[in-house]
């Protein structure tokens, strides 16, 4: 299994620590939002994570609580292209930002 926060860190320059943990906070609102459902009456509450993903989930019986992940139209799309085209896009914005990194220790230096 691939750790997330540890390649986010390195494309964000945010520490890891730090990233999980804003983890933690998401989870505190999951759970918050989740209580106040109940209250409402609901039995399934929904989240939208980072505009990739949508997460439902469902607690209509409390000894079967249920999970479901929809993407995006966009992260589906980049799988997709992924999967068949066989591309890297952790790759290609990995070599954009050392470019651009690159260009600008040229230009200070010059």
Same mark, same amino acid.
């Given at each position: 299994m691939i750790d997330v926060n540890q390649d986010l860190s390195t494309l964000t320059t945010i520490p890891k620590?730090?990233? %999980?943990k804003l983890n933690d906070k998401v989870m505190y609102c999951i759970c918050q939002t989740i209580q106040e459902d109940i209250l409402d009456n609901k039995t399934m509450? *929904? =989240?939208n994570f980072f505009d990739l993903f949508t997460l439902y989930i469902k607690y209509e019986n409390p000894k079967e609580i249920r999970y479901k992940v929809i993407p995006n139209e966009n992260l589906e799309g980049n799988v997709a292209k992924t999967v068949k085209k066989k591309l890297n896009l952790f790759e290609d914005v990995l070599n954009t930002t050392l470019a651009k990194k =690159? %260009? *600008?220790i040229y230009k200070n230096i010059c």
């Open positions: 620590k730090t990233l %999980d509450s *929904e =989240f =690159f %260009d *600008e």
